[in-house]
């Protein structure tokens, strides 16, 4: 099969959408390609089709069969090689295995595109280092994709956050066979660690892990204490082996209890308020959230700060820092990372 020439229906209707987009918003759409359609990649590209600002040019995958089978579905070009379509987008999602973001990644900022990463950033620190030197220089927006910064839920906690002194988080899954190439830290808990890092704001003085392989030979579930130089701690828990999902985070701080479902997206506030005469009682806010699509959110923002030249809601140094923690719990599980190369 070859890399393009089998798609004509579909781009017909690609231009149909481009030729209707600039009669009605006189806005020259974005380009946008996605390397790597596997599970989550595909998800990309539909997002990517669905906004009425950007045009889906292509999807990679050294799988072309699969790469075939999204580019019909959403009318652009598929390639078995990334390297075919550098140049031509302006933006890229990268979503391949972990080991292949930096070198992917190099790639697409050195041909001028704005680069969507999917967490984990990068294997390492110093590659993660220097994409977002990369970026800097080439003026490139460096988005990583943790998705949860999305979730509504957690918008709203961040807006009655003041300064918190104790936080426990707990992100239970099913098991799954995608994802463990890594541990449950690196797979799971790097959501909750990234949300955490945001809200306290403060750098990392002890972390305190303890984790057990149960179904792979990574570690499947784990535990961390996380103290901060501000005096804040955090309890960090997640695992790939359990019977339901849970997506919780809870939030002590001076006067209130804030609670979070990032599942089942829910805000709860219990705040402590004083009388007329002074004497204390407990007043309590609850907000539900509809179902929404974080992935869309996510694509959305990125798409935005590239447009507006804006610094992205998750930015590489973000997903460092993110990183960083993670590594620090994973080697402190025993966990050997980054692991060897494939074929090494």
């Given at each position: 099969?070859?890399d393009e020439g089998?798609?004509h229906?579909?781009?017909?209707?690609?231009?149909?959408r481009?030729?209707?987009?600039?009669?009605?918003?006189?806005?020259k759409?974005?380009?946008?390609?996605?390397?790597?359609v596997?599970?989550l990649?595909?998800?990309?590209a539909?997002?990517?089709?669905?906004?009425?600002?950007?045009?889906?040019v292509?999807v990679?995958?050294?799988?072309?069969?699969?790469?075939a089978?999204?580019?019909?579905?959403y009318?652009?070009?598929?390639?078995?090689?990334?390297h075919a379509i550098?140049?031509?987008a302006?933006?890229?999602?990268?979503?391949?295995?972990?080991?292949?973001?930096?070198?992917?990644?190099?790639?697409?900022?050195?041909?001028?595109?704005?680069i969507?990463?999917?967490?984990?950033?990068t294997?390492?620190?110093?590659?993660?280092?220097?994409?977002i030197r990369?970026?800097?220089?080439?003026g490139r927006v460096?988005?990583?994709?943790h998705?949860?910064?999305?979730?509504?839920?957690?918008?709203?906690?961040q807006?009655?956050?003041?300064e918190p002194?104790f936080i426990?988080?707990y992100?239970l899954?099913?098991?799954?066979?995608?994802?463990?190439?890594?541990d449950?830290?690196?797979?799971l808990?790097?959501h909750?660690?990234?949300i955490?890092l945001?809200?306290?704001?403060?750098e990392?003085?002890?972390?305190?892990p303890?984790g057990?392989p149960?179904?792979?030979?990574?570690v499947d579930?784990?535990?961390?204490?996380?103290?901060f130089?501000?005096g804040?701690?955090?309890?960090?828990?997640?695992s790939?082996v359990?019977?339901?999902?849970l997506r919780?985070?809870?939030?002590?701080?001076?006067?209130?209890?804030?609670?979070i479902?990032?599942?089942?997206?829910?805000?709860?506030?219990w705040r402590r308020?004083r009388d007329?005469e002074?004497?204390a009682?407990?007043?309590?806010?609850?907000?539900?959230?509809p179902?929404?699509?974080l992935?869309?959110?996510e694509?959305r923002?990125f798409?935005s700060?590239?447009r507006?030249?804006t610094?992205p809601?998750?930015?590489?140094?973000?997903?460092?820092r993110a990183?960083?923690?993670?590594?620090r719990?994973?080697?402190?599980?025993?966990?050997?990372?980054?692991p060897?190369?494939?074929?090494?």
């Amino acid at each position: 099969m070859k890399d393009e020439g089998f798609l004509h229906g579909a781009r017909t209707h690609a231009k149909v959408r481009r030729a209707l987009f600039f009669n009605g918003w006189a806005v020259k759409p974005l380009r946008a390609a996605v390397i790597g359609v596997g599970y989550l990649g595909k998800y990309h590209a539909q997002k990517y089709a669905a906004l009425q600002d950007v045009e889906l040019v292509a999807v990679a995958d050294e799988n072309l069969a699969r790469a075939a089978e999204v580019a019909r579905e959403y009318g652009c070009r598929a390639v078995a090689d990334f390297h075919a379509i550098l140049g031509e987008a302006d933006l890229v999602s990268i979503v391949v295995p972990t080991e292949r973001h930096h070198v992917v990644a190099q790639a697409c900022l050195e041909a001028g595109a704005h680069i969507l990463v999917e967490k984990p950033v990068t294997r390492t620190l110093e590659e993660a280092d220097d994409l977002i030197r990369l970026a800097a220089a080439r003026g490139r927006v460096f988005q990583v994709g943790h998705v949860e910064r999305f979730n509504p839920a957690v918008l709203a906690l961040q807006e009655v956050l003041r300064e918190p002194l104790f936080i426990e988080s707990y992100r239970l899954a099913s098991f799954k066979p995608r994802g463990t190439d890594v541990d449950v830290v690196l797979d799971l808990m790097i959501h909750d660690i990234d949300i955490i890092l945001n809200l306290v704001q403060s750098e990392i003085a002890d972390v305190r892990p303890i984790g057990f392989p149960v179904l792979t030979d990574e570690v499947d579930i784990g535990h961390a204490r996380l103290e901060f130089a501000n005096g804040c701690v955090a309890n960090v828990t997640a695992s790939r082996v359990s019977d339901k999902a849970l997506r919780k985070v809870r939030v002590f701080q001076h006067d209130a209890y804030l609670s979070i479902d990032l599942h089942n997206p829910k805000f709860v506030c219990w705040r402590r308020l004083r009388d007329g005469e002074g004497a204390a009682r407990l007043a309590s806010e609850e907000k539900e959230f509809p179902q929404t699509d974080l992935l869309l959110e996510e694509v959305r923002a990125f798409v935005s700060a590239v447009r507006g030249g804006t610094p992205p809601v998750v930015s590489g140094t973000d997903g460092k820092r993110a990183l960083e923690v993670a590594l620090r719990i994973s080697a402190g599980m025993g966990q050997a990372w980054p692991p060897p190369e494939r074929g090494a």
